[in-house]
């Protein structure tokens, strides 16, 4: 089993929908990255999380250390959000990613 | 630009030759790492550094070398490159505290 799981694999939005994208992981962390990977391959760092919320513009990221959970929600999604989302987490100098939510928002 | 800046971004080897992927950061950043990416597998760590002269292996370091001499430079080297060693290669860096990775554009490697 992996430490890191994504929910779900791939997922297919209208224009304007919200999207929820789950990570679950099993294993203590020292802290939770969402990195968007562009379809040309760039990765971005989306948010670092070791509790409670963060939000930046449209994009909101829960975590729940107790539950080993965290979610990311993207409010009036658009087309250029179309990207892979990756989950990862950090134990203490290591790092293990989750397999990747591939987003395709259609106009 | 301040960033992360990998070369080369497209490199093809023969089985058995060696080479090194080039990383450099100008952000001042502790952290270093470096990450293979293949389908279905997501990415995982190789190695990573935590200062100048400190280096530790990450989850998949067999195959693989680094050193640490500055705080901006962190190659990658390939002492003799395998077709399972086909992949794309990211770099990372962050000051490890307060903020997220900033990623390279990354290095897609072909042996054969």
């Known amino acids: 089993k992996n430490e890191v799981e994504q929910s779900p694999q791939n997922l297919t939005a209208q224009e304007g929908e919200f999207i929820t994208i789950n990570c679950s992981y099993s294993v203590g962390i020292s802290a939770l990255h969402w990195l968007q990977q562009h379809p040309g391959g760039g990765i971005v760092s989306l948010f670092m999380?070791?509790?409670g919320k963060k939000k930046h513009g449209r994009l909101i990221a829960t975590i729940n250390i107790q539950e080993k959970h965290s979610s990311l929600h993207i409010t009036a999604s658009h087309p250029r959000d179309s990207a892979v989302y990756i989950c990862a987490v950090r134990l203490n100098n290591d790092m293990r990613f989750g397999a990747g939510t591939r987003l395709t928002v259609k106009p | 630009n301040a960033g992360v800046t990998q070369t080369p971004k497209f490199q093809v080897l023969k089985t058995g030759q060696s080479m090194t992927l080039q990383c450099a950061q100008d952000m001042n950043h502790e952290y270093m790492s470096w990450y293979r990416q293949d389908p279905g597998m997501g990415l995982r760590l190789i190695h990573y550094s935590v200062g100048a002269g400190i280096t530790d292996q990450g989850e998949v370091p067999n195959g693989y070398n680094v050193s640490r001499s500055t705080t901006e430079d962190f190659p990658l080297r390939l002492l003799s490159a395998a077709p399972s060693q086909t992949s794309v290669y990211f770099c990372?860096?962050?000051?490890?505290?307060?903020?997220?990775?900033?990623f390279g554009s990354g290095t897609r490697l072909t042996v054969v």
């Open positions: 999380l070791s509790s």
């Open positions: 990372a860096s962050s000051d490890r505290v307060l903020y997220g990775y900033t």
